[in-house]
């Protein structure tokens, strides 16, 4: 079984509001990664980093999302100001030797 | 871009039956992707169930199978004989790892497995 945790496990937030949440990658794993899961079950890359540099990013997340993962704290992804589209399953997931592990997800409902 | 399709959006199977799940992909990126099947039980996180990263090759556990074949395309999923408890959503991924440390997945849209007894 996994051990990537991520927090809150339900988040409910007001259109415009901010959404945090929050994981603590897998020891050892040295590449950290944010998906977002929609009600269509599509999943969608949104950041990755290591350590606390960002690797890759998409568009979208440049604009209103943000990540990062201080050294001894956990890794975070902040929707700055939620949209109804963002509600979704965001799922963290941690990298060794090519294989991802993936957390239980935060789901996101926008209202 | 890469690309992966489970073309069952759902499944039913009695138990003991025997299971295949089917995956095809397409990498643009990369001539040999590694190859995943990710598993989500009710209620539960998306779980690795098997990879493969050789052209060829087999992986297995659980009980379950899948080989890599480069010429098809494909990375079906099977199974001889299911049980109650395999009822899940089974997710078929690629990566386009390159020998970086980014690689990053890209899956197909799931199959939703139930098993009636």
């Known amino acids: 079984n996994s051990k990537v945790i991520q927090t809150p496990r339900y988040l409910v937030k007001g259109q415009g509001q901010k959404a945090k949440m929050r994981c603590i990658p897998e020891?050892?794993?040295?590449?950290v990664f944010w998906y977002q899961q929609n009600k269509n079950n599509e999943f969608k890359f949104l950041i990755n980093f290591q350590n606390q540099e960002v690797l890759q990013q998409i568009d979208m997340t440049e604009k209103r999302f943000s990540a990062e993962c201080p050294s001894n704290s956990p890794c975070s992804l902040e929707i700055q100001s939620s949209e109804a589209g963002d509600s979704a399953l965001y799922l963290c997931?941690?990298?060794?030797?090519?294989?991802?592990?993936f957390g239980a997800g935060t789901r996101l409902s926008v209202l | 871009g890469d690309s992966v399709t489970q073309t069952e959006g759902q499944v039913t199977v009695s138990e003991s039956k025997s299971l295949i799940i089917n995956c095809t992909y397409s990498a643009t990126s990369i001539a040999y992707p590694n190859l995943f099947w990710y598993v989500r039980y009710p209620g539960e996180g998306l779980q690795l169930l098997l990879k493969v990263i050789t052209a060829g090759q087999k992986g297995s556990s659980r009980g379950f199978e899948a080989t890599y074949n480069k010429e098809t395309t494909s990375f079906h999923l099977q199974k001889a004989s299911v049980q109650e408890s395999d009822s899940a959503v089974y997710y078929c991924a690629l990566s386009d790892f390159s020998g970086g440390s980014n690689a990053k997945l890209t899956f197909g849209k799931g199959t939703k497995l139930s098993v009636k007894s």
């Open positions: 020891k050892g794993h040295p590449v």
């Open positions: 997931a941690s990298s060794r030797l090519n294989t991802l592990y």
